[in-house]
């Protein structure tokens, strides 16, 4: 997400003057022209030539290729933006909104070139022929003129969710012909934030590390610096360092808090930054940040990519706590949003998280309806990414559920072949091979589902030893134990579970969970007083939570088979009925 639409303007050339609504001088060139104005433009139209800007006190002309999206990076834009324009001669003045996407702007170009260039923004990434364009554009306005494509055609690519893509582009673009400190700068931050995408979070967190020592040497950069702080902290958070990646979103947050509050760029911070508080266990405290990250964009940017995708961060999150009608009211207003801009893949996100909701309320043919919807997206999109692998696990988990099994199998092991590719010591195979078992047991495949669980444990045990998955997947196997009839193992796994979890704090539902399978594997091995105490502690625990619930009759057939054994038929009968 950028700081604001703006970037779809793209004019040439910068030198910043501070202080002032009007330029101190004239533009040296004129060599930037409309190429393309919606109704949304004001008074613009092709073929104006665009020549200086004002912004919130602070004012530039506009003689370099990628001029106007250093305005965009670093001056905001924190409200409107007034143009200065020449027409025919005479000169005009325009204000673009702060989410204006409606004018398209670059170098002049013979209109045979000017026709590919529009077509090439509007398109999927081509198997070929970019760079041979990005020549005839460096041919026709410099090597300036070559970065801006390369620029803003990845930036359209990271929008359609081709990180890779994009990657590839913008690597082809030389930061030594770049023209000024502050077009390096857009260069590694959007390669920053592609490779992220891509999931290749070394060479992001590399890219980020020159950004920061390049901002350092400027004295106009100051801003810059919190959307490189921003990259940096979803670096952290996609490799799980949430404690780090709060830290450095924090950052972000004081820097644009300070030089730009109320920008765009401060509500995706404070979108990001709640995420991160969020799943640090601070729900209260992260919702709340999110929804002011929300209220900027819904202020400054009605009817943006960049609120749909604030609504959709924010009615996930509610959906993730429980608030089922709130989240489904901010998801259905950003799949409003997105159906109404053509081409968003970001639609797919909607639709996963509406598929939640259908799964919790037990609508199951309507959350794998949805998540068909989503798929189809991505397959046209990105059909090798982690989104893909992602959908391909939840679409696993909805058939298992429906009892499509063969169905859930297939989804299952595409998922693992991609997790396999992306990262085979991730949490998300761990995860998927976790479910896999699941769909295996389903299949009363117990060997198998056994296989699986071990894998998934033998590298939950490597990357996150004191990770909640251990104790997740240590559960499974002790029901696993527990239907072979292997009760003494069952015992020893459970046990260390319920160490585990305890440790971690988690929800009494979990720890609930824990002591049933402890009850029953106490049971097996006749040790009844121990295993009535661990089934009373369940009951306990699910009558505080969810009284009347599937769970707690569970519990209470538990207590009615330890009855049963010691013979006692009216008491066992009581707890059966």
């Excluded at 202080?19 to 040296?28: F, H, M, N, W």
């Excluded at 992260?286 to 990519?305: T, Y």
């Excluded at 009363?444 to 998934?456: I, M, Q, T, V």
Aim: net charge neutral.
């Amino acid at each position: 997400m950028r700081v604001g639409r703006l970037a779809a303007v793209a004019v040439f050339g910068l030198a910043i003057t501070a202080g002032g609504a009007t330029p101190l001088r004239a533009a040296r060139t004129a060599g930037v022209v409309v190429l393309q104005a919606g109704r949304a433009s004001g008074s613009l139209r092709p073929g104006d030539r665009l020549l200086a800007w004002d912004n919130d006190g602070v004012s530039g002309f506009l003689d370099d290729a990628c001029a106007w999206l250093w305005v965009e990076a670093e001056r905001g834009p924190r409200g409107p933006l007034r143009v200065t324009a020449q027409r025919s001669g005479r000169e005009l003045r325009a204000t673009l909104a702060q989410d204006d996407s409606s004018v398209l702007a670059g170098p002049p170009l013979p209109a045979g070139l000017h026709e590919r260039v529009l077509r090439s923004l509007e398109e999927p990434p081509p198997k070929a022929g970019v760079a041979g364009l990005a020549g005839a554009v460096g041919d026709a306005a410099g090597p300036p003129g070559e970065l801006w494509l390369r620029l803003m055609l990845a930036r359209r690519w990271l929008d359609r969710g081709e990180p890779a893509a994009a990657v590839q582009l913008l690597d082809g673009a030389a930061t030594d012909s770049a023209g000024t400190p502050h077009a390096t700068l857009l260069l590694l931050e959007l390669r920053a934030r592609a490779l992220l995408r891509a999931g290749r979070i070394a060479e992001a967190s590399t890219a980020v590390d020159r950004a920061l020592e390049l901002v350092r040497t400027l004295d106009d950069a100051a801003l810059f610096s919190a959307r490189l702080h921003l990259v940096r902290g979803l670096m952290l958070k996609a490799a799980g360092s949430l404690h780090q990646a709060e830290a450095e979103l924090q950052r972000a947050r004081r820097v644009a808090g300070r030089l730009a509050s109320g920008s765009l760029l401060e509500a995706e911070v404070l979108d990001r930054l709640g995420k991160v508080r969020f799943e640090l266990g601070g729900r209260r405290a992260g919702l709340d940040l999110v929804r002011r990250g929300m209220a900027i964009f819904e202020r400054a940017a009605p009817g943006s990519v960049a609120l749909a995708e604030s609504l959709n961060n924010l009615g996930g999150l509610e959906v993730e706590a429980g608030q089922l009608d709130a989240g489904r009211q901010h998801l259905e207003r950003s799949r409003a949003i997105r159906e109404r801009l053509p081409g968003q893949p970001g639609l797919y996100k909607v639709l996963y998280n509406l598929a939640g909701i259908a799964y919790l309320e037990r609508r199951l043919e309507d959350a794998g309806a949805l998540l068909d919807r989503a798929g189809a997206i991505l397959e046209r999109r990105e059909p090798e990414s982690a989104h893909m692998a992602q959908l391909l696990d939840v679409r696993m988990i909805v058939a298992e559920q429906r009892g499509a099994l063969a169905e859930a199998e297939r989804y299952g092991l595409r998922a693992l072949e991609l997790h396999h590719k992306l990262d085979p010591s991730s949490l998300e195979t761990v995860a998927c091979l976790i479910n896999l078992g699941t769909v295996a047991r389903s299949q009363e495949d117990l060997e198998l589902a056994e296989k699986r669980y071990r894998e998934a444990l033998a590298i939950a045990r490597r990357v996150a030893p004191d990770g909640v998955e251990v104790p997740h997947v240590l559960g499974d196997l002790a029901e696993l134990a527990l239907e072979r009839g292997r009760h003494a193992e069952a015992l020893t796994i459970s046990r260390e579970a319920l160490k585990r979890l305890e440790a971690l704090g988690a929800a009494p539902s979990t720890l609930a969970q824990v002591h049933q399978n402890l009850a029953a594997a106490l049971l097996g091995v006749g040790q009844l007083d121990e295993a009535e105490r661990e089934c009373r502690t369940a009951l306990a625990l699910r009558r505080r939570q969810l009284p009347g619930s599937r769970d707690e009759a569970e519990s209470l057939v538990g207590l009615g088979d330890i009855e049963d054994v010691r013979g006692r038929r009216e008491a066992a009968a009581r707890n059966f009925r």
